[in-house]
């Protein structure tokens, strides 16, 4: 699975925008880009996930660039309940590699009042 | 729908001393995991099973883990003896298939103190 490049921290105010960038300049044609978040004490929780098209759903949005080299996931009102260690993922659709998640650093996100 | 449940959620032992972590999967998930994260290495996985079948064990540190899955509905985590190097939060995490849009559902995790 291809490697992914997070910011280790960022912080983001109550109410905006957030925008998480992630870089997978070796992404292959057949890899998906995942987003997952632990908030403190508690388990991973999936987020989002795509392939080349932006996604949305009731959490976030996914903006993957032509190229699919990089990508934003982006939570459209921030509240202090998204402060979390945002994981960004790239992997093999399965069966070639299984069914694996590779967690790396991820971005630790901190929503201020 | 219960979500994945982990049992104990809390556990302290001394070192060599058998340490058993159990999970129930979300009904009609296929797929199960167990984690371990620590602070000095993240989130790793250990092993994996589908249909009840250990996939890949390739994350198993060492001799001294083992893991079952006799049921679909049933895993454990088994360390013996335990060390103070295993302790750590421990997750266990369903899926319902293959395909891209297969997420994990994780649960509360076990936090394991060996003293």
């Known amino acids: 699975d291809a490697k992914t490049t997070q910011p280790t921290s960022m912080d983001c105010a109550e109410g905006r925008a957030a925008n998480l960038p992630c870089n997978h300049s070796?992404?292959?044609?057949?890899?998906?880009v995942y987003w997952y978040r632990q908030i403190h004490s508690q388990g991973p929780q999936y987020i989002i996930h795509?392939?080349?098209n932006n996604e949305t759903n009731e959490m976030a949005s996914l903006i993957i660039t032509e190229d699919r080299k990089s990508s934003t996931l982006i939570l459209p009102h921030a509240t202090l309940r998204d402060t979390a260690v945002y994981y960004c993922i790239v992997r093999v659709v399965p069966p070639a590699a299984g069914n694996k998640l590779t967690f790396g650093g991820g971005t630790r996100v901190l929503v201020k009042p | 729908d219960a979500g994945v449940i982990q049992s104990p959620r809390h556990e302290v032992t001394e070192m060599g001393q058998e340490v058993t972590l159990r999970c129930k999967p979300i009904?009609?998930?296929?797929?199960l995991f167990w984690y371990r994260q620590t602070m000095m290495r993240g989130l790793e996985l250990l092993i994996y099973f589908n249909n009840n079948v250990p996939i890949d064990d390739s994350g198993m540190p060492e001799d001294r883990f083992s893991a079952k899955m006799p049921n679909a509905s049933f895993s454990t985590l088994k360390i013996q003896p335990s060390e103070p190097r295993d302790s750590a939060v421990y997750f266990c995490?369903?899926?319902?298939?293959?395909?891209?849009?297969?997420?994990?559902?994780f649960g509360p995790g076990t936090r394991l103190t060996v003293l």
């Open positions: 009904s009609g998930h296929d797929y």
């Open positions: 795509g392939l080349k």
């Open positions: 995490a369903s899926s319902r298939r293959q395909g891209a849009g297969n997420e994990q559902f």
């Open positions: 070796t992404i292959s044609g057949n890899e998906y």
